[in-house]
């Protein structure tokens, strides 16, 4: 039971480029969804979603692209990369329910040259 | 617009200290307050609070709520250099059917030998 996985752990990327974090679970949780954690300002979220098929956005959704096809994986797309989305990136997953604590992945440290 | 605010966000003691971290926070629906403590990677869990005057306790930790003042505090007693990390307050508003954590800034803790 590896829990959450992310994927790349650290990643260099040039202005305008694009790429995807990867994160799966392996615990069957409905809930996922993408953090970013910048100095002073705690993790802030970026989309979710309650299932396959269903997202919706965040706090901090612009510049970010998410799907959900399975239950298992919920990746996050930059679409042209821009400096101000250097930042650590967390995926967290939960149990389906009221009070059921997130679980969060190892976080990638992404930064945009 | 939910709101979770930690002091102090940066603390510093000796080791054998015992420490109050504090988190008071706005948010729609309440339902939880969750407490997580991140090392060098991802927050890990410690604590979720969903009832006033309820002390939760594991070792050394220990954290209560109050609903109605809208805060609450995690006390480290006997305070070891392990115990030095970011600790961060989380609380999921319940709009929708769907949870989104708002996390507070974060506290700091560094204890010195």
């Known amino acids: 039971n590896a829990g959450v996985t992310q994927t790349p752990k650290f990643q260099v990327l040039k202005t305008g480029q694009s790429m995807t974090l990867q994160c799966a679970q392996d615990?069957?949780?409905?809930?996922m969804s993408w953090y970013r954690q910048d100095p002073g300002m705690g993790l802030r979220l970026i989309h979710y979603?309650?299932?396959?098929?269903?997202?919706d956005q965040g706090e901090v959704p612009n510049g970010y692209n998410v799907s959900r096809s399975t239950t298992e994986d919920f990746p996050l797309r930059l679409l042209s990369a821009a400096p101000s989305q250097t930042s650590v990136y967390f995926c967290?997953?939960?149990?389906?329910?009221?009070?059921?604590?997130?679980?969060f992945g190892d976080g990638t440290r992404l930064s945009i040259l | 617009e939910d709101k979770v605010v930690q002091s102090p966000l940066s603390l510093v003691v000796h080791e054998g200290d015992t420490v109050t971290l504090n988190c008071s926070y706005e948010v729609t629906n309440f339902r939880s307050l969750l407490w997580y403590k991140q090392e060098k990677k991802a927050p890990t869990f410690l604590f979720m609070l969903t009832s006033s005057g309820i002390e939760k306790k594991s070792g050394r930790l220990s954290s209560i709520l109050d609903k109605k003042e809208l805060f609450s505090i995690l006390n480290i007693t006997a305070t070891q250099t392990g115990d030095s990390a970011v600790y961060l307050c989380?609380?999921?508003?319940?709009?929708?059917?769907?949870?989104?954590?708002?996390f507070g800034q974060g506290t700091r803790l560094t204890i010195n030998p």
């Open positions: 979603s309650v299932g396959a098929g269903i997202t």
């Open positions: 989380a609380v999921p508003p319940w709009i929708q059917g769907a949870q989104k954590l708002v």
């Open positions: 967290a997953s939960r149990e389906t329910g009221i009070n059921q604590p997130q679980h």
């Open positions: 615990m069957n949780h409905e809930y």
